[in-house]
């Protein structure tokens, strides 16, 4: 009797063999299912977390609004890189607990394991599929992690690709935001536009006004191509606001963002020209602009010039000063601190393309905020000054009142003589008004001689038929001259009889001679206005009519205000 010997057993060889089919099990696990299934649920997973929360239940991806600007930033700013962030986080999410908790924890160890089926969970029925359902347990665990780490690869790719975009958007959007800025701030500096708040105490420059939403009256203070967007802010009600005045932003309520006082329409659309009138008190400041305004009115009637008022406030005012004038024969004296400009828009009509306006500010200080430097030095609208218009009362001067006869004398009380003469009015404020804005060799000056009716009826002096400039050395004020010619870039000379351009009775020849110095002027800054208005030279100047009043009686004489 022979005894059999066993057969060896290459271990080896059938761990290679185990390890080659677990292998290639786990591969084509992945590749015909676990690799396409990661990817499909983590990328819904990202889309998941770009969608929107339940109505009414907080978001914490949202970005808070900020406390001193009413408008949610711009989702290209910050927000789309949170939602982005919160994609990956969900997609690395899903990866991980489908490799975590479904792949290896459920269907490897508590179902192959366990010999149950890795879908269903049925047990097997007989004891080989048990065993082969154990057998393939290690290739599914494999073909798991093969799948996480390909689909992670995947998703690093998308990631690299989305953020790309995402970069391309940014760089798009601030594209915007500097074309938008940069058209914007070339079209300001091609029309000159320069905003400077117009009321007392302020008079400060500012890049941008603070515009209020027409549906809740929330101030928003960057309204402009930004962070908070680029075409469109959304206020915190929900409205969209336009961030250019090209794009209908002047349409919106303004405030100046130092003051807080509203702003006519036409700040930041418009080139703003100052002008101050300077003079001393009972020089005939008050009574010249009433003049102007008359003027300004009469020459639209004949010519491009078109003249409206800025706000309802500086219509309240103008038609106050008017009634004033018509019913007493003169304007009450300037009162108060600082002077709120009193703001035009005067323009040149005609086609659109050439159509020209300036919003016109116009200063009427009291004359004693003129008497020395420190009073001057706080006239801070001075240093935004585009041309002055000198107010002079020549009757104030001392040479030309010791050259009165004594009933000329007598004729020269009667109308109230300045403070002060034009000479040393102009000496007060000559200097300071260099030191504030240092432009003054650039500006213009409207010399304005006032009180004409009254040195018309003057025996002891030359009537102002002439040149103005002539006129006023030849009566001894030709210092004054000299000096505005050699202070200021240009000059012109004017004699105006506010008397007789105002109230009943006004003729319109002197009431448009009254408005030429701020014609001029504003033909400084490239508004010229065309027609008769252009024509306007300094005639010779005819001896004025009486004007009279209602009654027919001769109108009070109201030439020293």
Not at 100 to 114: G, N, S, T
Not at 144 to 170: I, K, N
Not at 302 to 313: D, G, Y
């Amino acid at each position: 009797m022979s005894t059999g010997k066993m057969p060896d057993v290459d271990l080896v060889f059938i761990a290679q063999v185990l390890g080659w089919a677990t292998g290639v099990i786990a591969v084509a696990i992945c590749l015909g299912y676990g690799l396409w299934r990661f990817v499909a649920l983590s990328l819904g997973a990202a889309t998941t977390a770009f969608a929107g929360r339940t109505p009414g239940s907080p978001d914490p991806r949202i970005t808070p609004y900020p406390v001193k600007e009413p408008a949610q930033p711009a989702y290209w700013t910050r927000q789309m890189w949170i939602d982005a962030a919160a994609a990956g986080r969900a997609a690395a999410y899903a990866v991980w607990y489908l490799l975590a908790h479904h792949w290896l924890d459920e269907i490897v160890r508590h179902r192959l394991l366990r010999g149950r089926h890795g879908t269903t969970g049925d047990e097997a029925d007989h004891v080989l599929g048990r065993l082969l359902l154990r057998l393939i347990a290690p290739a599914t665990a494999l073909a798991a992690l093969l799948s996480a780490l390909l689909s992670c690869a995947l998703l690093l790719g998308v990631a690299v690709a989305f953020a790309a975009q995402l970069l391309l958007v940014r760089g798009t959007a601030l594209a915007g935001v500097l074309g938008g800025r940069g058209a914007e701030r070339l079209w300001k500096l091609a029309r000159g536009i320069r905003m400077k708040c117009p009321y007392p105490g302020c008079y400060r420059p500012f890049p941008l006004a603070v515009h209020l939403c027409p549906d809740c009256g929330a101030a928003h203070r960057e309204l402009r191509p930004g962070r908070y967007g680029a075409l469109r802010h959304v206020c915190r009600c929900g409205r969209a606001l336009p961030t250019t005045a090209l794009a209908g932003r002047r349409g919106l309520a303004a405030r100046c963002p130092h003051c807080g006082q509203e702003l006519p329409p036409a700040v930041g659309t418009t080139r703003v020209v100052h002008l101050p009138l300077i003079g001393g008190t009972s020089a005939g400041k008050t009574m010249l602009m009433a003049a102007m305004l008359d003027g300004l009115r009469s020459w639209s009637h004949e010519s491009a010039l078109t003249v409206e008022f800025a706000s309802p406030a500086d219509q309240r005012e103008a038609n106050t000063l008017g009634r004033q004038v018509e019913s007493t024969g003169w304007a009450l004296k300037t009162q108060g601190g600082q002077p709120r400009a009193l703001m035009l828009l005067v323009g040149r009509g005609g086609p659109a393309p050439l159509r020209r306006r300036r919003l016109l500010y116009l200063y009427d200080p009291m004359g004693e905020s003129l008497r020395d430097a420190d009073t001057t030095r706080r006239q801070e609208y001075l240093a935004h000054a585009d041309g002055v218009l000198l107010v002079a009362d020549v009757l104030a001067a001392p040479v030309v009142r010791r050259a009165l006869r004594e009933g000329d004398g007598r004729l020269a009380v009667e109308a109230r003589p300045a403070a002060l003469g034009p000479v040393e009015t102009y000496e007060g404020f000559t200097g300071e008004l260099q030191g504030l804005g240092g432009r003054r060799r650039r500006l213009g000056v409207a010399a304005v001689v006032t009180k004409r009716d009254v040195l018309d009826r003057l025996g002891s002096l030359p009537r102002p038929q002439g040149p103005v400039d002539a006129w006023l050395a030849e009566i001894g004020l030709g210092e004054l001259v000299r000096a505005l010619g050699h202070d200021f870039a240009a000059a012109r000379y004017w004699a105006v009889s506010a008397h007789a351009a105002t109230g009943a009775g006004a003729l319109v020849s002197e009431q448009r001679r009254a408005a030429e110095p701020v014609l001029w002027l504003l033909s400084r800054t490239g508004l010229r206005i065309g027609g008769p208005a252009a024509s306007a030279q300094e005639p010779r100047l005819p001896r004025l009519p009486r004007p009279r009043g209602r009654t027919g009686r001769p109108a009070p004489d109201r030439s020293s205000l």
